[in-house]
């Protein structure tokens, strides 16, 4: 159940990124038209395209420039991202900037296109524009909501692992103290111990996507808390067999 909660946040928070995605484009993306290899926009000044869901979906900002021909402001633009990834679209070609190894590329409208989103176009419109980033997140979801099941299973896989080698540990430490206690036992003692893990984790997961607050080792904190738990009752057991003695 836990396993399936998380792959079903995954989904949605997917989705949820198409979704902004494609809005805030559709607000901010000037009226443009693109023909005979030349872009023109309705907007004289450049254009800063950036926030929390762009940057998750394209890796950066976008910057519309298509009235400038000096190559200093080109080299400002580029200067201003850094080392993170940008795309700079002009008149008659679009730059990428640190999107791959090897620096920052030009490419032709058409050539772009068709590397990255395997569309042959000729000329295109902002609404022609939205239409490919809404096929290209509906294609995202579709990928997401296949591999579901593969998430769960993975998630079930790796917290089943952590509890195995919990259980190995804690064996090992009754096994020292000379606590009777069976395999079976201890591990269905650490299942229970991992409960408030796993609980916690889950509220982390759904705080995080809603706050975007992120904790340093915050699963390897929690398996060691589980694990604790469970020694502990272990220990208690020890306890337990010494009064009834």
Known sequence: ??????????????????????????EN???????????????EEAKTL??????????????????????????????????????????????????ENDGNKAYTYPEFFEKYFKTKIDSFTKQDILNIVQIEGNRYITF????????????????SIYIFIATLIIFIFAKILK????????YASTIYGFTLTIILYLAY???????????????QILVVIGTLYSTVAVYKEK?????SK
């Open 205 to 219: 997961i759904i705080i995080s996507y809603f706050t975007q607050i992120v904790v340093p080792y915050l699963e």
């Open 179 to 186: 606590i009777k206690y069976k395999l079976p036992d201890i």
């Open 29 to 43: 993306i000037p009226e443009c038209e693109y023909k005979e290899g030349v872009l023109t926009t309705n907007n």
């Open 50 to 99: 950036e926030n929390t869901f762009l940057t998750n979906s394209f890796g950066g900002k976008i910057i519309i420039d298509t009235k400038t021909e000096d190559e200093n402001a080109i080299n400002g633009y580029i200067s201003s991202l850094g080392s993170d990834i940008g795309y700079i679209l002009r008149k008659d070609k679009i730059i990428t900037v640190n999107l």
């Open 1 to 26: 159940i836990f396993a399936a909660i998380l792959s079903g946040i995954s989904t949605y928070s997917s989705y949820q990124y198409a979704q902004e995605t494609y809005k805030y484009l559709q």
């Open 239 to 243: 306890e337990n067999q010494t009064i």
């Open 144 to 159: 997401y909501l296949e591999y579901l099941i593969i998430y769960a299973i993975s998630y079930f896989i790796v917290f």
